[in-house]
T-cell receptor
């Protein structure tokens, strides 16, 4: 079965702790993304990666870090610098078509991780 | 600054009603507009629209893009309780760095009562 998995499903963190959210995909997609979803806010992009060993900040990257050492994996670390980390975190992936090809990329989403800071 | 605006933000209807959800956008280097349905967890893909005026249909759902008006609508006919969800509109655009990003609207929460 091809797809995107995220773990854990629920995560509780004490203030001041760093936590890492896992995202794995076996779709052979080049591009991976992390979004944060808050009630009434829609999805906001945290970080994205178009290729292994490369990633870019999204719109709300402060207090987060990522790595992309393998094509299949794109873990997100929520650091103690993130002031309001309680949220639903979604990972997505897509085929990274060449911009010149003019083909847009549908993103496939994982089931999400709900992070709560106690 | 909102780049993708959805309306209404919430909607309550009875089974059998027809609903129209709206999405307007303002981005440079537009590539496509996507609709997703989100129930409990992961958004699931509904449609990708790239050409203006061409309707896409899937069962009771249909959508169309108007590039002149920078907007799209999602229609659901003969609604069922299983249509209750948050419907997300997203616009794909090319960044100055040459990569493609999605920007999402806040979603429309649809509730279909029996």
């Amino acid at each position: 079965d091809g797809g995107i998995t995220q773990s854990p499903k629920y995560l509780f963190r004490k203030e001041g702790q760093n936590v890492t959210l896992s995202c794995e995909q076996n779709l052979n997609h080049d591009a991976m993304y992390w979004y944060r979803q808050d009630p009434g806010q829609g999805l906001r992009l945290i970080y994205y990666s178009q290729i292994v060993n490369d990633f870019q900040k999204g719109d709300i990257a402060e207090g987060y870090s990522v790595s992309r050492e393998k094509k299949e994996s794109f873990p997100l670390t929520v650091t103690s610098a993130q002031k309001n980390p309680t949220a639903f975190y979604l990972c997505a992936s897509s085929i990274a078509h060449s911009i010149l090809a003019g083909v847009s990329n549908e993103q496939f989403f994982g089931p999400g991780t709900r992070l709560t800071v106690l | 600054e909102d780049k993708v605006v959805q309306s209404p933000l919430s909607l309550v209807v009875h089974e059998g009603d027809t609903v129209t959800l709206n999405c307007s956008y303002e981005v440079t280097n537009f590539r496509s507009l996507l609709w997703y349905k989100q129930e409990k967890k992961a958004p699931t893909f509904l449609f990708m629209l790239t050409s203006s005026g061409i309707e896409k249909k899937s069962g009771r759902l249909s959508s169309i893009l108007d590039k002149k008006e920078l907007s799209s609508i999602l229609n659901i006919t003969a609604t069922q309780t299983g249509d209750s969800a948050i419907y997300l509109c997203a616009v794909a655009y090319v960044t100055q760095g040459g990569s493609e990003k999605l920007v999402f609207g806040k979603g429309t929460k649809l509730t279909v009562n029996p």
